[in-house]
């Protein structure tokens, strides 16, 4: 039987934190902790010096890749699986090059098959030391570049950004000046993402408010 890496889980959901490490301890991957802050993270890491990091993308307010190179700055071959509930990174802000090399990116909708994190744990340690590049583990554990096929493949990058901004609640014209183009182009970006997302116009609703559910629907996080 080949031995399980040690392994820090860190979420900042209590819930998901407690039923992930539990049920993957019962599959004898070996959890030496559990962190739910990123003070506790770090100071975990420092004192049980884990081979693996199993952290929700989203931990911490966004802050799980400054933690992770952190990290790796101290261990250039710990293994790194990140979790999202966001098939498209984009829409988070990211491009491959910012995830640390061999990263396993796994779907929060593929966890509950713990044989999925199971090898996406296992290959994260595999990975960092043939230093690939960052890889999704899809539902059925196999790796692939593009591994979520959803109606977000055919939005832009231009689209995604201005999804964002304006999810963030950049006004039209705010979102033109940062993207240096005219508020009326802009217009027309958000008209093509109701477009993609089969949003019909409707009076009795307003556009920006239901676009901006739409976001924090495909990123998994309720609106605060």
């Not at 890491?45 to 929700?56: A, G, R």
Request: proline fraction near 3%; glycine fraction near 4%.
């Amino acid at each position: 039987m080949i031995k399980s890496p040690t392994v820090l889980v860190a979420s900042d959901d209590a819930f998901e934190l407690a039923t992930l490490s539990a049920a993957l301890r019962m599959q004898s991957i070996n959890i030496v902790a559990e962190a739910h802050t990123e003070e506790i993270a770090q100071n975990l890491y420092k004192f049980l010096s884990p081979e693996v990091v199993l952290i929700d993308l989203q931990f911490a307010g966004e802050e799980a890749l400054d933690l992770v190179n952190k990290f790796r700055k101290v261990n250039p071959l710990l293994g790194i699986v990140l979790m999202t509930a966001c098939p498209d990174l984009r829409l988070l802000g990211l491009v491959e090059k910012q995830i640390p090399t061999g990263s396993q990116v796994i779907l929060k909708k593929s966890v509950a098959d713990l044989s999925v994190v199971s090898h996406a744990i296992t290959n994260s340690v595999d990975a960092v030391a043939e230093k690939r590049k960052m890889s999704w583990i899809d539902s059925h554990g196999s790796l692939h570049e593009n591994a979520f096929q959803s109606i977000l493949t055919n939005f832009t990058d231009i689209q995604i950004e201005t999804f964002r901004l304006l999810a963030r609640g950049l006004s039209n014209s705010e979102i033109a000046k940062v993207r240096f183009v005219s508020e009326k182009s802009v217009e027309q970006i958000v008209a093509r993402i109701a477009q993609h997302l089969r949003i019909t116009p409707d009076r009795a609703q307003n556009l920006r408010v239901v676009l901006t559910g739409e976001y924090f629907k495909w990123i998994g996080s309720p609106r605060h």
